[in-house]
């Protein structure tokens, strides 16, 4: 079970961070990510974690902007989005891999999303 969380309004230019809260499985075994879904466009990868944390990729287009982490004991998984603007709109998704390794992600696990809306 992945359940998202912390999506919400914000203006442009402020920050946010979403939560992704996971059960039924050993969270600290997969790797995770999270993807989003803009109204009218498919979905795409935003970012994606290895097992232990240690290693991390994102979209080219959101690197410095989106930090992905996670807290094995609390089995969460967090994306923290800064300087956002309406182009970021979307249902964010998080997203279990089949393995331990980011070349894992995605997997068939997914939660119901979070809404983020961008606007002023």
């Known amino acids: 079970q992945l359940v998202e969380s912390g999506g919400g309004l914000v203006q442009p230019g402020e920050s946010l961070r979403l939560s992704c809260a996971t059960a039924g499985f050993t969270f600290s075994g997969y790797a995770m990510g999270w993807f989003r879904q803009a109204p009218g466009k498919g979905r795409e990868l935003v970012a994606r974690i290895n097992w232990s944390g240690s290693s991390a990729d994102y979209a080219d287009h959101l690197k410095g902007r989106f930090a992905i982490s996670r807290n094995n004991a609390e089995k969460t998984v967090f994306l923290q989005m800064s300087s956002l603007s309406p182009e970021d709109t979307a249902v964010y998704y998080c997203?279990?891999?089949?393995?331990?390794?980011?070349?894992?992600?995605?997997?068939?696990?997914w939660g119901q999303g979070t809404q983020v809306t961008v606007s002023s």
């Open positions: 997203n279990r891999g089949t393995s331990s390794g980011t070349a894992s992600v995605p997997g068939d696990n």
